[in-house]
């Protein structure tokens, strides 16, 4: 066990804990089992609002009820819809963007994230964020289409004013095949 570097989404929510405060708002665009939605929900307490986002029924229903009885799910707003719709959805900035791409674990692994319509909601998230606010994203490969979700995010990202947002990319150089993490935050 490793308290800063256990794993990639520990390391996320790390970062996450730094931004997120009471009565925050923050974005979960990849809901699945929920952990993130909770972590978020967690954070900004009974005076915040937590954005959750997923295509899977199943994601959305688990989820919710996972937040229930946790006393949570009257400051969170689940949307069986996907990512990519975020802009048109959401109309208030928020302090953070969560991003957990690839497949449902435990669920149907033909069902993932593709690269469009996460770029589309990574650009979105990006113009939701509140000045100083972050975005969290993490990337698989080692599924079909992962490799080639990675190039298309990453071109994306490199490209973005460095004036206006500091991209930084966190990967375990001595683990096999592990998660990596990207962390977008933006300008104050
Ligand atoms: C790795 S899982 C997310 C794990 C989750 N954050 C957790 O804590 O359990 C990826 C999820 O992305 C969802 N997904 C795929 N395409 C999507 C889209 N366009 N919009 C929103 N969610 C999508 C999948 O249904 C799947 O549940």
Not at 39 to 44: D, I, K, M, N, Y
């Amino acid at each position: 066990m490793f308290d800063l570097f256990n794993n990639t989404v520990n390391i996320a929510h790390n970062y996450l804990k730094t931004i997120v405060k009471p009565g925050g708002v923050a974005v979960d665009a990849t809901v699945g089992n929920g952990n993130d939605t909770l972590f978020l929900a967690g954070l900004v307490g009974i005076h915040g609002r937590v954005y959750g986002f997923d295509i899977q029924h199943e994601a959305i229903i688990k989820t919710s009820e996972a937040l229930a009885e946790k006393g949570l799910l009257d400051i969170t707003m689940l949307f069986e819809l996907g990512h990519e719709n975020m802009g048109r959805v959401i109309t208030e900035p928020v302090d953070a963007v969560v991003f957990n791409l690839g497949y449902l674990p435990g669920g149907d692994h033909s069902i993932v994230t593709s690269p469009q319509t996460t770029l589309k909601a990574v650009a979105e998230g990006l113009s939701l964020l509140k000045a100083g606010g972050i975005m969290c994203i993490i990337i698989y490969t080692g599924h079909p289409g992962g490799l080639e979700e990675q190039e298309c995010l990453e071109s994306y990202l490199e490209g973005l004013n460095k004036k206006n947002y500091c991209v930084c990319k966190i990967d375990f150089l001595n683990r096999n095949k592990a998660p990596f993490l990207i962390v977008i935050e933006k300008a104050c």
